[in-house]
């Protein structure tokens, strides 16, 4: 037979102009398999069902769908009931639960259809399959209600989704495809090399390897195959499960097809009316100037249909949740199980805020719903830089940094106010070494101070304190674990113990980071063994820590203190997590698009071999070893001890100076710059001490929003 060719006559170029520009998609997800494949499992859960990281799989097309434009309408196919299984009450609870937690827009419909309530077409109503399905389903009255009769809002095209299958990828390219061949069948495929047992499982295709132009984004099918005997090396791709059909093909050929088949097998259970492929292919032997391949390389697609399968998705798509959680309800989760990745915070964009007066505290109220963003190392750059994230922000910055205000602010409204753009949040510890509690508006702290590093996407060369980004909805539990993270006190004179500085409440949480911290970036501690490192890690060990518990008290302004709720709402209107903090300092930090909490924590960091308190000369053998650590990025950052009293007259004399950069300078002990009392050295870790021929100064000097706000409370 022969085939005319796409694009031979400039009429059809025009027709399918035309076509396109009356393009209407709807999609049915096919979510009615038996699920013999799963074994025992598939007797318990429609295999649709299954859950693979914090949703079950049909989540997945499910949510590609939703992404794409040019669907408004999806429809789930699937059966009442299978032999061991309700799959009629499964589909129903699944449905709720989505519109419970909004993941549906307003604009899009997701509706249930069942096979068993669409009309028959066939004598022996027993008849199933894929194909029986989609044949009923785009004959019957259920899609043509949706329109009101309406023929120009009819759709033209149908995306088939298979239910079972996981997959990460935009189904953009596929439908861009559909739109400049609207005539023809577009399927999503991958390359066959990585593959081998699709040859045996799934449709394999043969493409016309010269594209029509540089620029084509599909390819002509030149063979096509549902599940072959033999293997033929012309079989580069295999189909994804993932097609686009014109609606009148598969009106004009669903009936024929299946008729034919009872003819050859009277059985209701003929295989060749289960997987759509063989219709693909009875098409194609009739169409096969109209079959086009669009290549799906990129992310995640798995056939969730064995039980090996099924453990290969939640292996992959658990370590991508780990790597990089997309939305507040992923984090919220990690945040359960300690599994935390680095480089994603929380972001904000609701605030409630209330002034304190007549004896109530300042209070702030941050929420959290599940499907928010959050951000990325990636990323949190372009909020900091976004001029416009500023402008429509500028109320709250306005607020925050007038102490003087004392009127509620934004109370009047039940829910808190949502900004104009999303801020980022952090906590952390101001962190004073006090050699006498009772002299503190003097300045007899000490302060550990960290240097940011060069490369650092916000403040880089400043002074900071031991801070970062939230990263769980718990702001204690963030101080605390960013505190260990970034600055580690190990004894070195205490004949191998390691000082720990922490909240009481969180001490053997922060024990474990601080050892899990150790091992994974091969620190070296002195008469500490790596095994005994890991006995403190699983919980097993704990005498070689010699801890010097932090005192957490208010700052000197007690105006300015503040009250911190934070909220977690998954389903948008219950609040499922709820966590205050009570004497926090807020930074409100205008140009890093930054709302920082801070505890202030005292410690006697600068310690005897006996215990006792350091001598005002700041003795080497009292200090042991400080090492910092860099999140992600390896340990060795250089930490300062200074002079709570040097730090002001320095910040006095510059606070209003502006520095490019940031130098060192020993040569002349009298240059004006910030002394520092000792340092660490990069490569040990040990602290070393000035002496007559050689002083630390550090000139031009630097300090983050948040230190330069310590300095001045103190």
Same mark, same amino acid.
């Given at each position: *037979?022969?085939?005319?060719?796409?694009?031979?006559?400039?009429?059809?170029?025009?027709?399918?102009?035309?076509?396109?520009?009356?393009?209407?998609?709807?999609?049915?997800?096919?979510?009615?398999?038996?699920?013999?494949? *799963? +074994?025992?499992? +598939?007797?318990?859960?429609?295999?649709?069902?299954?859950?693979?990281?914090?949703?079950?799989?049909?989540?997945?097309?499910?949510?590609?769908?939703?992404?794409?434009?040019?669907?408004?309408?999806?429809?789930?196919?699937?059966? #009442?009931?299978?032999?061991?299984?309700?799959?009629?009450?499964?589909?129903?609870?699944?449905?709720?639960?989505?519109?419970?937690?909004?993941?549906?827009?307003?604009?899009?419909?997701?509706?249930?259809?069942?096979?068993?309530?669409?009309?028959?077409?066939?004598? &022996?109503?027993?008849?199933?399959?894929?194909?029986?399905?989609?044949?009923?389903?785009?004959?019957?009255?259920?899609?043509?209600?949706?329109?009101?009769?309406?023929?120009?809002?009819?759709?033209?095209?149908?995306?088939?989704?298979?239910?079972?299958?996981? /997959?990460?990828?935009?189904?953009?390219?596929? /439908?861009?495809?559909?739109?400049?061949?609207?005539?023809?069948?577009?399927?999503?495929? =991958?390359?066959?090399?990585?593959?081998?047992?699709?040859?045996?499982?799934?449709?394999? %295709?043969?493409?016309?390897?010269?594209?029509?132009?540089?620029?084509?984004?599909?390819?002509?099918?030149?063979?096509?195959?549902? #599940?072959?005997?033999?293997?033929?090396?012309?079989?580069?791709?295999?189909?994804?499960?993932?097609?686009?059909?014109?609606?009148?093909?598969?009106?004009?050929?669903?009936?024929?097809?299946?008729?034919?088949?009872?003819?050859?097998?009277?059985?209701?259970?003929?295989? =060749?009316?289960?997987?759509?492929?063989?219709?693909?292919?009875?098409?194609?032997?009739?169409?096969?100037?109209?079959f086009r391949s669009v290549p799906f390389e990129e992310g995640h697609w798995i056939d969730v249909g064995t039980p090996s399968s099924y453990?290969?998705?939640?292996?992959?798509?658990?370590?991508?949740?780990?790597?990089?959680?997309?939305?507040?309800?992923?984090?919220?989760?990690?945040?359960?199980?300690?599994? @935390?990745?680095?480089?994603?915070?929380?972001?904000?964009?609701?605030?409630? %805020?209330?002034?304190?007066?007549?004896? $109530?505290?300042?209070?702030?109220?941050?929420?959290?719903?599940?499907?928010?963003?959050?951000?990325?190392?990636?990323?949190?750059?372009?909020? #900091?830089?976004?001029?416009?994230?500023?402008?429509?922000?500028?109320?709250?910055?306005?607020?925050?940094?007038?102490?003087?205000?004392?009127?509620?602010?934004?109370?009047?409204?039940?829910?808190?106010? #949502? @900004?104009?753009?999303?801020?980022?949040?952090?906590?952390?510890?101001?962190?004073?070494?006090?050699?006498? $509690?009772?002299?503190?508006?003097?300045?007899?702290?000490?302060?550990?101070?960290?240097?940011?590093?060069?490369?650092?996407?916000?403040?880089?060369?400043?002074?900071?304190?031991?801070?970062?980004? *939230?990263?769980?909805?718990?702001?204690?539990?963030?101080?605390?674990?960013?505190?260990?993270?970034?600055?580690?006190?190990?004894?070195?004179?205490?004949?191998?113990?390691?000082?720990?500085?922490?909240?009481?409440?969180?001490?053997?949480?922060?024990?474990? %980071?601080?050892?899990?911290?150790?091992?994974?970036?091969?620190?070296?501690?002195?008469?500490?063994?790596?095994?005994?490192?890991?006995?403190?890690?699983?919980?097993?060990?704990?005498?070689?820590?010699?801890?010097?518990?932090?005192?957490?008290?208010?700052?000197?302004?007690?105006?300015?203190?503040?009250?911190?709720?934070?909220?977690?709402?998954?389903?948008?209107?219950?609040?499922?997590?709820?966590?205050?903090?009570?004497?926090?300092?807020?930074?409100?930090?205008?140009?890093?698009?930054?709302?920082?909490?801070?505890?202030?924590?005292?410690?006697?960091?600068?310690?005897?071999?006996?215990?006792?308190?350091?001598?005002?000369?700041?003795?080497?053998?009292?200090?042991?070893?400080?090492?910092?650590?860099?999140?992600?990025?390896?340990?060795?950052?250089t930490v300062f001890f200074v002079s709570a009293q040097e730090l002001f007259n320095y910040y006095e004399k510059r606070k209003n100076v =502006?520095?490019?950069?940031?130098?060192?300078?020993?040569d002349n002990p009298n240059q004006d710059g910030l002394k520092i009392l000792a340092m660490t050295d990069a490569s040990t870790g040990r602290?070393?001490?000035? &002496?007559?021929?050689?002083?630390?100064?550090?000139?031009?000097?630097?300090?983050?929003?948040?230190?330069?706000?310590?300095?001045?409370?103190?």
């Open positions: *037979m022969m085939h005319k060719e796409l694009g031979e006559t400039r009429s059809d170029e025009l027709e399918s102009e035309k076509e396109n520009k009356k393009f209407k998609l709807l999609a049915i997800i096919m979510a009615g398999g038996s699920g013999i494949r *799963m +074994g025992a499992i +598939g007797q318990l859960i429609p295999t649709v069902f299954l859950p693979i990281g914090l949703d079950p799989v049909i989540n997945a097309p499910l949510k590609r769908c939703i992404d794409s434009e040019d669907i408004k309408e999806i429809f789930i196919l699937t059966k #009442k009931s299978l032999p061991d299984v309700n799959l009629e009450m499964w589909a129903n609870n699944w449905i709720q639960q989505i519109r419970d937690t909004n993941l549906i827009p307003e604009k899009k419909v997701v509706r249930n259809i069942f096979e068993e309530d669409l009309k028959p077409h066939y004598r &022996n109503n027993k008849i199933c399959g894929s194909v029986v399905a989609l044949q009923r389903f785009v004959s019957s009255t259920e899609i043509h209600d949706q329109f009101d009769g309406d023929c120009s809002e009819y759709p033209t095209h149908l995306l088939i989704v298979a239910g079972d299958n996981y /997959i990460s990828s935009d189904f953009l390219p596929l /439908i861009n495809a559909a739109k400049s061949y609207p005539d023809s069948v577009i399927i999503a495929t =991958r390359n066959i090399t990585e593959h081998q047992n699709a040859i045996n499982n799934y449709a394999v %295709i043969g493409i016309n390897k010269r594209s029509e132009s540089i620029d084509e984004k599909s390819k002509k099918i030149t063979l096509f195959k549902e #599940k072959p005997d033999n293997f033929n090396v012309d079989y580069t791709e295999f189909s994804l499960g993932l097609y686009c059909i014109p609606i009148k093909l598969i009106k004009k050929e669903a009936d024929t097809y299946i008729k034919g088949q009872l003819e050859l097998n009277a059985e209701a259970g003929n295989e =060749r009316l289960g997987p759509p492929g063989y219709f693909l292919e009875y098409l194609f032997n009739k169409y096969s100037d109209k453990l290969e998705s939640i292996i992959k798509v658990t370590t991508d949740l780990i790597k990089n959680p997309r939305n507040a309800r992923e984090l919220v989760a990690l945040g359960s199980t300690d599994m @935390l990745s680095d480089r994603s915070y929380f972001l904000c964009d609701k605030i409630k %805020i209330q002034r304190g007066n007549q004896g $109530k505290p300042n209070e702030i109220t941050l929420t959290f719903h599940g499907d928010d963003k959050v951000a990325t190392s990636d990323n949190f750059e372009q909020i #900091k830089y976004d001029n416009d994230n500023l402008e429509k922000n500028n109320e709250l910055w306005d607020y925050l940094e007038n102490t003087e205000t004392h009127e509620v602010y934004w109370d009047a409204k039940k829910d808190p106010k #949502k @900004l104009g753009s999303e801020i980022l949040i952090s906590g952390g510890v101001f962190l004073l070494d006090r050699a006498d $509690k009772t002299k503190y508006e003097r300045g007899s702290a000490r302060v550990p101070l960290l240097l940011r590093d060069i490369n650092a996407p916000v403040d880089a060369l400043r002074l900071t304190t031991p801070a970062g980004r *939230m990263d769980k909805l718990d702001l204690v539990d963030v101080c605390f674990s960013e505190m260990a993270e970034e600055m580690i006190f190990f004894g070195g004179c205490y004949g191998g113990k390691i000082l720990v500085c922490s909240n009481k409440d969180y001490s053997e949480k922060v024990r474990r %980071i601080i050892a899990a911290q150790i091992l994974e970036k091969k620190i070296k501690v002195p008469a500490i063994d790596p095994l005994t490192i890991s006995l403190i890690k699983d919980k097993s060990k704990s005498d070689v820590f010699e801890e010097h518990l932090g005192e957490i008290i208010p700052p000197p302004s007690e105006g300015e203190t503040w009250t911190v709720k934070i909220e977690f709402k998954n389903d948008g209107e219950n609040v499922d997590e709820s966590y205050t903090c009570n004497n926090m300092i807020l930074i409100p930090d205008r140009y890093a698009a930054t709302l920082e909490f801070r505890f202030f924590l005292e410690a006697p960091l600068t310690v005897s071999k006996t215990g006792e308190e350091a001598e005002a000369n700041f003795d080497l053998s009292s200090i042991g070893i400080l090492r910092g650590i860099v999140d992600g990025d390896g340990h060795g950052r =502006r520095y490019a950069d940031v130098a060192f300078k020993s602290f070393v001490l000035p &002496n007559k021929k050689r002083s630390f100064i550090l000139s031009n000097a630097l300090f983050t929003t948040a230190v330069s706000k310590m300095i001045e409370m103190l």
